[in-house]
Antibody, heavy 124, light 111 residues
Framework: QVQLQQWGAGLLKPSETLSLTCAVY????????WNWIRQPPGKGLEWIGE???????NYNLSLKSRVTISADTSKNQFSLKLSSVTAADTAVYYC??????????????????WGQGTLVTVSS | QSVLTQPPSVSAAPGQKVTISCSGS????????VSWYQQFPGTAPKLLIY???KRPSGIPDRFSGSKSGTSATLGITGLQTGDEADYYC????????????FGTGTKVTVL
């Protein structure tokens, strides 16, 4: 049974870079897409981006200029970096495995499982 | 920012049924399969329904999903106090800015 465990700094100042890491336990790192999703306090979910074992990435266009997702396959880990953070980036950040098939339309995609979440607060 | 619209809240008495709608467009729900996630306060979302109407192992059949056109629906029958949570729909959006999109979320309250 795959489990995800994540960690990283929880308090940042404006303009700093957010950095989080997620470790994959109990399953294969290859053959899947590994994702970051965030949730501002009291608000809904926002997909940030993904990476596969080959290093291929896709990002939400709204964050693409500031986001980097990387992977260390030797450790079954993947990481998120978000630069130039502001208070608007305050959120709980989740890692999650992406499952399904994607062929343009008729995409079947879901996230399962999820990491436990990390609250990142941006404040001066 | 969410492109999928859900009612903010639904409620019903224990044992009753609730339905949650998720409205999108031709580039997301109209073209792709929908998933649903359940989230209790302070915890990570959990996959509840995938591929419009499939339940992962361990999810009771009180939970059901369906899709028609550019809308999807989550149904919960035999409502229990333990079902009080936030529910989100989600699907891939195949527009030029391809991305996974989530619904606005619905709070289910058991009266």
């Amino acid at each position: 049974q795959v489990q995800l465990q994540q960690w990283g700094a929880g308090l940042l100042k404006p303009s700093e870079t957010l950095s989080l890491t997620c470790a994959v336990y109990g399953g294969s790192f290859s053959g899947h897409y590994w994702n970051w999703i965030r949730q501002p306090p009291g608000k809904g979910l926002e997909w940030i981006g993904e990476i596969n074992h080959s290093g291929s990435t896709n990002y939400n266009l709204s964050l693409k200029s500031r986001v980097t997702i990387s992977a260390d396959t030797s450790k079954n880990q993947f990481s998120l970096k978000l630069s130039s953070v502001t208070a608007a980036d305050t959120a709980v950040y989740y890692c999650a495995r992406g499952l399904g098939t994607r062929f343009g339309e008729n995409t079947r995609w879901r996230f399962d499982p999820w990491g436990q979440g990390t609250l990142v607060t941006v404040s001066s | 920012q969410s492109v999928l619209t859900q009612p903010p809240s639904v409620s019903a008495a224990p044992g009753q049924k609730v339905t949650i709608s998720c409205s999108g467009s031709s580039s997301n729900i109209g073209s792709n399969y929908v998933s649903w996630y359940q989230q209790f306060p302070g915890t990570a979302p959990k996959l509840l329904i995938y591929d419009n109407d499939k339940r992962p192992s361990g999810i009771p059949d009180r939970f059901s999903g369906s899709k028609s056109g550019t809308s999807a629906t989550l149904g919960i029958t035999g409502l229990q106090t333990g079902d009080e949570a936030d529910y989100y729909c989600g699907t891939w959006d195949s527009s030029l800015s391809a991305a996974y999109v989530f619904g606005t979320g619905t709070k289910v309250t058991v009266l």
